[in-house]
């Protein structure tokens, strides 16, 4: 992994494509695609998360973060990997990484029916009593995000040359995760070369990112330069996770980024944000695509996602 320091340079990053999910997809499969191939990221206006909702679901976010440290510690779930319920601040690190990252998150996965064939890999989410509206907004929210990922996946199929709905069965009922991140106000006690997110590369197929306005998020472009990632307000950033990267073996790009600590007044002041992680279903199993090979000898091997997912969480120190 690339060593980076606060001390450099750091130019923002104004030329990965900003598109808008409202206009008809083959109109900006390209544009996402080439985005998602330099740099891995994008940024997409118009996605239809309703802003009304966004702001309950931060709402609820913030009242469950302001809860007594004992009550919010009663949510995490020992042996769970951290995939539901509350995980403590201090207590994932990126891999690689020597220090924790300065943050606390509560997660929310996809709701499974009783009997469904896929339970034994999605535990029953946990909801904090204490925030009587946090199970119907997140779940709605949930619903939002999950939605507005479908639709970024179909015009990555696109892009590809695939059918338009190649993703659909990979993706049904998938591990998808919600991530409620809160990073607290910079104290004299974080430990020496901590930051808010150490530099890591996302896990999952797409990560679809509320919150971002802040400055903070940078990424790593392919000249090892760390690039702001410069978002218009109620836009959401989409990046390519480590699983579609594997699946197209390269061709669009998993690309190491972190969250800096801010300076002056806002290293006192909390920063929120909302990621949401689309996953493939556990029993899909990654395999590059054959108009993504170029090279026999230099191709990964089969793996199923759940498989994949936990060799990665036990590397960040969540499994």
């Given at each position: 992994?690339?060593?980076?320091?606060?001390?450099?340079?750091?130019?923002?990053?104004?030329?990965?494509?900003?598109?808008?999910l409202a206009?008809?997809?083959?109109?900006?499969?390209?544009?996402?695609?080439?985005?998602?191939?330099?740099?891995?990221?994008?940024?997409?206006?118009?996605?239809?998360?309703?802003?009304?909702?966004?702001?309950?679901?931060?709402?609820?976010?913030?009242?469950?973060?302001?809860?007594?440290?004992?009550?919010?510690?009663?949510?995490?779930?020992?042996?769970?990997?951290?995939?539901?319920?509350?995980?403590?601040?201090?207590?994932?690190?990126?891999?690689?990484?020597?220090?924790?990252?300065?943050?606390?998150?509560?997660?929310?996965?996809?709701?499974?029916?009783?009997?469904?064939?896929?339970?034994?890999?999605?535990?029953?989410?946990?909801?904090?009593?204490?925030?009587?509206?946090?199970?119907?907004?997140?779940?709605?929210?949930?619903?939002?995000?999950?939605?507005?990922?479908?639709?970024?996946?179909?015009?990555?199929?696109?892009h590809?040359?695939?059918?338009?709905h190649?993703?659909?069965?990979?993706?049904?009922?998938?591990?998808?995760?919600?991530?409620?991140?809160?990073?607290?106000?910079?104290?004299?006690?974080?430990?020496?070369?901590?930051?808010?997110?150490?530099?890591?590369?996302?896990?999952?197929?797409?990560?679809?990112?509320?919150?971002?306005?802040?400055?903070?998020?940078?990424?790593?472009?392919?000249?090892?330069?760390?690039?702001?990632?410069?978002?218009?307000?109620?836009?959401?950033?989409?990046?390519?996770?480590?699983?579609?990267?594997?699946?197209?073996?390269?061709?669009?790009?998993?690309?190491?980024?972190?969250?800096?600590n801010?300076?002056?007044?806002?290293?006192?002041?909390?920063?929120?944000?909302?990621?949401?992680?689309?996953?493939?279903?556990?029993?899909?199993?990654?395999?590059?695509?054959?108009g993504?090979?170029?090279?026999?000898?230099?191709?990964?091997?089969?793996?199923?996602?759940?498989?994949?997912l936990?060799q990665?969480?036990?590397?960040?120190?969540?499994?």
């Amino acid at each position: 992994m690339t060593q980076v320091t606060n001390s450099e340079a750091i130019r923002t990053t104004s030329d990965i494509a900003t598109v808008s999910l409202a206009q008809p997809l083959d109109t900006i499969a390209d544009a996402l695609g080439e985005s998602f191939t330099e740099y891995g990221f994008a940024v997409v206006r118009n996605h239809g998360i309703d802003a009304d909702l966004i702001a309950r679901a931060e709402a609820a976010s913030k009242a469950f973060f302001a809860l007594p440290e004992k009550v919010k510690r009663s949510y995490a779930i020992q042996g769970g990997g951290g995939a539901r319920g509350y995980t403590p601040f201090g207590t994932e690190k990126a891999k690689d990484a020597e220090v924790i990252d300065l943050k606390e998150f509560w997660h929310v996965g996809r709701s499974l029916p009783e009997g469904h064939e896929l339970g034994e890999f999605m535990a029953p989410n946990v909801w904090p009593a204490e925030v009587p509206e946090f199970e119907e907004v997140m779940s709605e929210l949930f619903a939002a995000f999950d939605a507005t990922g479908h639709r970024v996946l179909e015009a990555i199929a696109l892009h590809l040359g695939l059918d338009r709905h190649y993703f659909d069965a990979t993706i049904a009922d998938g591990n998808s995760v919600m991530r409620l991140l809160h990073y607290p106000p910079l104290g004299p006690d974080a430990p020496e070369g901590a930051i808010r997110a150490a530099a890591h590369g996302d896990i999952n197929t797409i990560t679809l990112l509320l919150g971002a306005e802040e400055a903070g998020l940078e990424l790593l472009d392919r000249q090892d330069t760390w690039r702001a990632v410069d978002v218009p307000e109620g836009a959401l950033v989409i990046n390519v996770g480590d699983m579609l990267d594997r699946l197209t073996n390269g061709r669009l790009r998993s690309t190491t980024h972190r969250v800096v600590n801010p300076r002056g007044e806002g290293a006192r002041r909390s920063r929120y944000s909302m990621p949401f992680f689309l996953h493939f279903r556990p029993d899909f199993v990654i395999e590059p695509l054959e108009g993504c090979i170029d090279d026999e000898d230099n191709v990964p091997e089969p793996i199923s996602a759940h498989d994949y997912l936990m060799q990665r969480l036990r590397e960040i120190n969540l499994a």
